[in-house]
Protein backbone atom coordinates (compact mmCIF):
# COMPACT_ATOMS: atom_id res chain seq x y z
CA UNK A 1 0.00 0.00 0.00
CA UNK A 2 1.18 3.62 -1.06
CA UNK A 3 -1.27 6.00 1.12
CA UNK A 4 -1.27 6.03 4.89
CA UNK A 5 -5.04 4.55 4.97
CA UNK A 6 -6.28 1.72 3.30
CA UNK A 7 -7.87 1.96 -0.39
CA UNK A 8 -11.73 1.51 0.09
CA UNK A 9 -11.41 -1.48 -2.72
CA UNK A 10 -9.41 -3.37 -0.46
CA UNK A 11 -11.62 -2.60 2.82
CA UNK A 12 -14.57 -3.34 0.82
CA UNK A 13 -13.75 -6.63 -0.39
CA UNK A 14 -12.13 -7.34 3.42
CA UNK A 15 -15.72 -6.85 4.81
CA UNK A 16 -17.32 -8.79 1.94
CA UNK A 17 -15.30 -12.03 3.33
CA UNK A 18 -17.72 -14.29 5.24
CA UNK A 19 -14.68 -15.38 7.60
CA UNK A 20 -14.38 -11.99 9.06
CA UNK A 21 -16.35 -11.17 12.49
CA UNK A 22 -19.27 -8.87 12.15
CA UNK A 23 -21.26 -10.09 15.35
CA UNK A 24 -20.85 -8.09 19.09
CA UNK A 25 -20.19 -9.40 21.81
CA UNK A 26 -23.20 -9.93 24.38
CA UNK A 27 -22.36 -8.43 26.99
CA UNK A 28 -21.24 -5.48 25.58
CA UNK A 29 -24.57 -5.41 23.51
CA UNK A 30 -26.80 -5.83 26.45
CA UNK A 31 -25.48 -2.84 28.64
CA UNK A 32 -26.10 -0.52 25.68
CA UNK A 33 -29.89 -1.64 24.95
CA UNK A 34 -30.41 -1.00 28.36
CA UNK A 35 -28.95 2.39 28.41
CA UNK A 36 -31.02 3.19 25.03
CA UNK A 37 -34.10 1.88 26.76
CA UNK A 38 -33.75 4.35 29.76
CA UNK A 39 -32.99 6.95 27.47
CA UNK A 40 -36.06 6.46 25.37
CA UNK A 41 -38.24 5.65 27.55
CA UNK A 42 -41.24 3.20 26.48
CA UNK A 43 -43.43 3.64 23.52
CA UNK A 44 -46.95 4.11 24.58
CA UNK A 45 -50.53 4.04 22.50
CA UNK A 46 -50.45 7.75 22.18
CA UNK A 47 -46.95 8.30 22.04
CA UNK A 48 -44.79 8.52 18.55
CA UNK A 49 -42.99 5.50 17.11
CA UNK A 50 -39.08 6.13 17.98
CA UNK A 51 -36.83 5.49 14.65
CA UNK A 52 -33.27 3.86 16.05
CA UNK A 53 -30.76 3.53 13.29
CA UNK A 54 -28.24 0.61 13.43
CA UNK A 55 -25.68 2.28 11.50
CA UNK A 56 -22.69 -0.26 11.05
CA UNK A 57 -25.19 -3.19 12.12
CA UNK A 58 -23.04 -5.92 10.82
CA UNK A 59 -24.86 -9.42 11.23
CA UNK A 60 -27.69 -7.91 13.05
CA UNK A 61 -27.01 -9.48 16.73
CA UNK A 62 -27.10 -5.81 18.26
CA UNK A 63 -30.45 -4.28 17.10
CA UNK A 64 -31.83 -8.13 17.45
CA UNK A 65 -30.75 -8.11 21.44
CA UNK A 66 -31.96 -4.32 21.72
CA UNK A 67 -35.44 -5.00 20.22
CA UNK A 68 -37.08 -6.78 23.53
CA UNK A 69 -36.02 -3.20 25.17
CA UNK A 70 -38.06 -1.00 23.31
CA UNK A 71 -40.84 -2.25 22.38
CA UNK A 72 -43.42 -0.35 20.24
CA UNK A 73 -40.38 1.72 18.89
CA UNK A 74 -38.49 0.88 15.00
CA UNK A 75 -34.72 -0.09 14.51
CA UNK A 76 -33.39 -0.15 10.97
CA UNK A 77 -29.96 -1.91 10.40
CA UNK A 78 -27.37 0.24 7.81
CA UNK A 79 -24.44 -1.37 6.74
CA UNK A 80 -22.75 -1.01 3.56
CA UNK A 81 -21.54 -5.28 3.18
CA UNK A 82 -23.80 -7.28 1.61
CA UNK A 83 -22.71 -10.38 3.17
CA UNK A 84 -23.62 -8.92 6.61
CA UNK A 85 -26.63 -7.15 6.01
CA UNK A 86 -27.85 -11.03 4.75
CA UNK A 87 -27.28 -12.22 7.66
CA UNK A 88 -28.88 -9.00 9.31
CA UNK A 89 -31.98 -9.89 7.89
CA UNK A 90 -32.62 -12.65 9.84
CA UNK A 91 -32.77 -11.04 13.04
CA UNK A 92 -34.04 -7.64 12.12
CA UNK A 93 -37.18 -6.62 9.94
CA UNK A 94 -35.81 -3.75 8.54
CA UNK A 95 -32.37 -3.51 6.58
CA UNK A 96 -30.79 -1.03 4.35
CA UNK A 97 -27.41 -1.04 2.46
CA UNK A 98 -25.70 2.54 1.93
CA UNK A 99 -22.54 4.44 2.41
CA UNK A 100 -21.79 6.04 5.98
CA UNK A 101 -20.78 8.54 4.83
CA UNK A 102 -24.13 9.38 2.83
CA UNK A 103 -27.06 8.43 4.66
CA UNK A 104 -30.21 8.41 2.42
CA UNK A 105 -32.37 9.93 6.16
CA UNK A 106 -33.49 13.29 6.32
CA UNK A 107 -32.39 15.23 8.71
CA UNK A 108 -33.34 15.25 11.95
CA UNK A 109 -35.53 11.96 11.21
CA UNK A 110 -33.75 9.09 13.46
CA UNK A 111 -34.56 9.61 17.29
CA UNK A 112 -31.46 7.24 18.20
CA UNK A 113 -28.28 5.90 16.54
CA UNK A 114 -26.55 2.72 17.58
CA UNK A 115 -23.00 2.90 16.39
CA UNK A 116 -21.58 -0.40 18.06
CA UNK A 117 -18.35 -1.37 17.10
CA UNK A 118 -18.10 0.95 14.03
CA UNK A 119 -16.11 3.65 14.51
CA UNK A 120 -12.52 1.81 15.11
CA UNK A 121 -12.67 0.23 11.61
CA UNK A 122 -13.21 3.71 9.76
CA UNK A 123 -10.88 5.38 7.32
CA UNK A 124 -13.24 8.71 7.92
CA UNK A 125 -14.81 8.80 10.94
CA UNK A 126 -15.26 12.67 11.08
CA UNK A 127 -17.73 11.90 7.76
CA UNK A 128 -19.69 9.57 9.63
CA UNK A 129 -20.12 11.31 13.01
CA UNK A 130 -21.32 14.56 10.78
CA UNK A 131 -23.56 12.27 9.04
CA UNK A 132 -25.33 10.82 12.40
CA UNK A 133 -25.66 14.08 13.61
CA UNK A 134 -27.75 15.34 10.28
CA UNK A 135 -29.81 12.60 10.86
CA UNK A 136 -30.52 12.82 14.43
CA UNK A 137 -33.09 15.04 15.50
CA UNK A 138 -32.08 18.05 18.27
CA UNK A 139 -31.21 16.38 21.57
CA UNK A 140 -31.40 12.44 19.67
CA UNK A 141 -29.36 10.18 21.48
CA UNK A 142 -26.02 8.86 20.36
CA UNK A 143 -25.17 5.29 22.10
CA UNK A 144 -21.43 4.64 20.53
CA UNK A 145 -19.42 1.63 21.89
CA UNK A 146 -15.08 0.89 20.59
CA UNK A 147 -12.54 -1.18 21.91
CA UNK A 148 -10.82 0.73 24.72
CA UNK A 149 -6.75 1.40 23.55
CA UNK A 150 -6.38 1.94 27.66
CA UNK A 151 -8.08 -1.31 28.85
CA UNK A 152 -6.55 -2.96 32.11
CA UNK A 153 -4.36 -5.58 30.03
CA UNK A 154 -3.16 -3.46 27.37
CA UNK A 155 -1.57 -1.03 29.80
CA UNK A 156 0.19 -3.95 30.88
CA UNK A 157 1.44 -5.47 27.51
CA UNK A 158 2.57 -1.76 26.35
CA UNK A 159 4.91 -1.82 29.42
CA UNK A 160 5.80 -5.33 27.71
CA UNK A 161 6.67 -4.00 24.62
CA UNK A 162 3.86 -6.17 23.08
CA UNK A 163 1.36 -4.66 20.64
CA UNK A 164 -1.83 -3.81 22.11
CA UNK A 165 -5.27 -6.21 21.94
CA UNK A 166 -7.83 -4.53 19.38
CA UNK A 167 -5.11 -2.93 17.60
CA UNK A 168 -3.92 -4.09 14.53
CA UNK A 169 -0.74 -3.67 11.65
CA UNK A 170 -2.34 -5.54 8.71
CA UNK A 171 -5.39 -6.55 7.54
CA UNK A 172 -4.05 -10.29 6.49
CA UNK A 173 -2.41 -11.80 9.81
CA UNK A 174 -1.74 -10.75 13.04
CA UNK A 175 2.01 -9.52 13.73
CA UNK A 176 2.72 -8.75 17.59
CA UNK A 177 -0.09 -9.15 19.59
CA UNK A 178 -2.12 -11.58 21.35
CA UNK A 179 -4.96 -12.80 19.48
CA UNK A 180 -5.94 -14.82 15.98
CA UNK A 181 -8.10 -13.19 14.38
CA UNK A 182 -7.87 -10.09 11.74
CA UNK A 183 -11.01 -8.02 12.12
CA UNK A 184 -9.86 -4.29 10.29
CA UNK A 185 -9.25 -1.84 13.37
CA UNK A 186 -7.79 1.61 11.84
CA UNK A 187 -8.91 3.57 14.80
CA UNK A 188 -8.15 3.28 18.57
CA UNK A 189 -9.50 5.52 21.19
CA UNK A 190 -8.93 6.15 25.15
CA UNK A 191 -12.04 7.17 27.16
CA UNK A 192 -10.46 10.53 27.58
CA UNK A 193 -9.96 10.79 23.28
CA UNK A 194 -13.06 9.10 23.07
CA UNK A 195 -15.30 12.01 24.93
CA UNK A 196 -13.34 14.67 23.39
CA UNK A 197 -13.70 13.86 20.33
CA UNK A 198 -17.70 12.98 20.26
CA UNK A 199 -17.99 16.41 22.39
CA UNK A 200 -16.07 18.27 19.33
CA UNK A 201 -18.32 16.45 17.01
CA UNK A 202 -20.98 18.49 18.37
CA UNK A 203 -22.32 15.98 20.64
CA UNK A 204 -23.10 16.53 25.16
CA UNK A 205 -21.72 13.49 26.72
CA UNK A 206 -24.17 12.08 28.99
CA UNK A 207 -22.19 8.91 30.49
CA UNK A 208 -19.13 7.06 29.40
CA UNK A 209 -18.97 3.64 30.88
CA UNK A 210 -17.49 0.70 30.29
CA UNK A 211 -18.30 -3.33 29.50
CA UNK A 212 -16.45 -6.73 29.65
CA UNK A 213 -14.68 -8.32 26.26
CA UNK A 214 -15.95 -11.76 25.48
CA UNK A 215 -12.36 -12.61 24.01
CA UNK A 216 -10.62 -12.53 27.70
CA UNK A 217 -9.48 -15.79 28.96
CA UNK A 218 -11.92 -17.07 30.88
CA UNK A 219 -9.63 -17.23 34.08
CA UNK A 220 -9.61 -13.02 33.64
CA UNK A 221 -13.07 -12.77 33.05
CA UNK A 222 -14.00 -11.73 36.64
CA UNK A 223 -11.29 -9.26 36.48
CA UNK A 224 -12.21 -7.79 33.37
CA UNK A 225 -15.69 -7.93 34.87
CA UNK A 226 -14.46 -5.59 37.92
CA UNK A 227 -12.67 -3.00 35.40
CA UNK A 228 -15.94 -2.16 33.76
CA UNK A 229 -16.88 -0.15 36.81
CA UNK A 230 -13.95 2.23 35.60
CA UNK A 231 -14.38 3.39 32.33
CA UNK A 232 -10.92 4.35 31.11
CA UNK A 233 -9.68 0.83 32.56
CA UNK A 234 -12.59 -0.80 30.94
CA UNK A 235 -12.51 -3.25 28.09
CA UNK A 236 -14.97 -1.34 26.10
CA UNK A 237 -16.00 1.70 26.33
CA UNK A 238 -20.02 2.51 25.97
CA UNK A 239 -20.46 6.22 25.66
CA UNK A 240 -23.91 7.81 25.27
CA UNK A 241 -24.41 11.13 24.10
CA UNK A 242 -26.65 13.64 22.79
CA UNK A 243 -27.14 15.74 19.20
CA UNK A 244 -26.84 19.35 20.34
Known amino acids: MTTTTPPRTELRDFYENPAVPVASGTPRTLR ?15 GPTRTILDIGCGDGTAAATTAPFLPGH ?3 GVDWSQDALKRARARIPYTLRAELNCLPFRDGSADAVLFSEVIEHLVDPDAALDEIRRVLRPGGHLMLSTPNLAAWYNRALLLAGVQPVFSEVSLRAIHGRPGREVVGHLRLYTAR ?3 EYVTAAGFDVVRLKGAPFHGVPRPLRPLDRLACSRAPLASILLLHARRT
Open 193 to 195: ALR
Open 74 to 76: RII
Open 32 to 46: QARLLATALGPATPT
